[in-house]
């Protein structure tokens, strides 16, 4: 149970002051560390999927070598497998498996860790996929970690729900509120957002935290990376926030994404008969020109 020199009953992101990275990227190794401390019935068990060499920017590298838990660590591309298998070498706690994670069949997570010794209510899970990671924690049924850490995609609004399709060769991932939702779904709670990930606990040990309010206008606080658009009564479109592709370190501005020709961006009860005439004739282009761009597009993917 927690004290009062560990929460502030008025400040529901406290967790956000236990924040450090000893391998993580945005805190989340002291965040973990703080959630374990409250945590009752613990086993010592993690997961984490996605895991490159088992070191860089890991979520769970920090419990194995640092707190003696017990991994079971899977990285599907077979040359960073050779380097996860360096990493943990030493270690005889540690379960390496060169395995992709799927949502069904063989693959599934649930499935892969049948074939271990893992409990079924380990401590924490770490999913970061850069795209399905929505898809692969509904697809969980056999076991239930305490905690979970799983990457959203920073740059979607906390309003605004979106989940990807289900395909893992799509990279788009989903908005917060929407992987807020399904752990809902799912039986757990939101308890600090740090950058691109969410961390979760199991609803029973909710209350243990003392957090009063875990609503995304509360938790996530940080907009670094969204970026917002919105139209003038003259058409222009407009940007605030971040114009960048951030994946792609490539910037944009306002006259990347104009959709009106300069000559049309003005109100549009003020367009002149002759102005009126040509505008409509440019909205009939566009609508014709999206016709053939559909129609070529639908021709190409039953070619290739």
């Not at 592709?245 to 006259?255: M, P, S, T, V, Y």
């Not at 005439?277 to 597009?297: A, E, P, Q, T």
Request: aromatic share 14%; proline share 3%.
């Amino acid at each position: 149970m927690l004290n009062q020199e560990n929460i502030n009953n008025n400040n529901n992101r406290w967790l956000e002051k236990f924040k450090k990275n000893v391998y993580s990227q945005c805190g989340e190794d002291g965040v973990i560390e703080k959630i374990l401390e409250i945590l009752p019935d613990k086993n010592k068990w993690c997961v984490e999927f996605g895991a490159w060499d088992g070191k860089y920017l890991s979520n769970t590298y920090n419990l194995t070598i640092n707190h003696g838990f017990s991994c079971v660590i899977i990285e599907s591309d077979a040359k960073k497998f050779i380097d996860l298998q360096r990493t943990y070498s030493n270690n005889k706690a540690a379960i390496t498996l060169n395995k992709y994670v799927d949502t069904k069949g063989e693959n599934s997570l649930d499935n892969i860790l049948l074939k271990t010794e893992i409990p079924k209510d380990f401590d924490f899970l770490s999913i970061d996929i850069d795209g399905n990671d929505y898809f692969v924690w509904e697809s969980i049924k056999l076991y239930r970690p305490k905690i979970i850490c799983i990457e959203f995609n920073p740059t979607i609004p906390n309003e605004l729900g979106f989940v990807q399709e289900n395909n893992p060769k799509i990279k788009q991932g989903a908005s917060l509120l929407s992987i807020k939702n399904l752990g809902a779904i799912k039986g757990y709670e939101l308890v600090c957002a740090l950058g691109w990930n969410a961390i979760f606990v199991e609803k029973k040990y909710y209350d243990l935290f003392g957090i009063d309010d875990n609503s995304l206008e509360v938790l996530r606080q940080d907009k670094t990376f969204i970026t917002y658009i919105f139209v003038g009564y003259d058409g222009r479109i407009f940007t605030r926030g971040l114009n960048m592709i951030g994946w792609h370190k490539l910037e944009f501005d306002e006259n990347d994404i104009q959709i009106l020709p300069k000559v049309f961006r003005k109100y549009a009860l003020d367009f002149n008969p002759l102005e009126m005439f040509l505008f409509n004739l440019y909205r009939k282009s566009r609508k014709i020109k999206k016709r053939i761009h559909n129609f070529v597009g639908k021709l190409l993917s039953r070619i290739f």
